[in-house]
């Protein structure tokens, strides 16, 4: 199976998502002094980071773009995807969130908290459905073995 590169292009989106949510915080990178309050926010901006670039990585590896209009042609459920199936709208959401942590701002967190909502819409009433029309017993299965968000079913 030949790497898809073209995967890689859809680390822009979450990382765009995350720098908009720096840029409503409105907080200033430079000024330093952050606080240990914001200190717990950059763990999750780094996990969420992390889980985006682990996701988009097991795409390319598997030779099939994330492309959110488009139904793959196979399933991929290595990686990330063995423990949510969702991983970069995951990764997206806790790096916006962290980012509101880390900046104490409410309108970063708003910002966050509007994306995880729309996701799950987006996943409940759009992805999921197109998913199990295409790919069946086999998206069942995976459904029952992996939750939606967080965690692991075994």
Known sequence: MAVDYRAYLYALAPLTAVALAA???????????IGIAGLFGAFPVAA???????A?????????????????DRLVTDGPLAYTRNPLYLGTVLG???????????????Y??????????????RE??????????????YCSSVPRWVGRRA
């Open 128 to 141: 999921e459905p197109r998913l199990t029309e295409a790919m069946g017993n086999e998206y069942e299965r």
């Open 48 to 54: 969420g980071l992390a889980i985006v670039a682990w």
């Open 23 to 33: 840029i409503l915080s409105g907080a200033d990178p430079l000024a330093g002094d």
């Open 56 to 72: 988009v990585h097991t795409f390319a590896r598997a030779g099939v773009t994330p492309a959110p209009e488009t139904t793959p």
């Open 112 to 125: 966050a908290a509007l994306m995880a909502v729309i996701y799950h819409l987006v996943v409940v009433y």
């Open 96 to 110: 916006a969130g962290g980012v509101a942590i880390l900046s104490a701002s409410p309108l970063a967190g708003g």
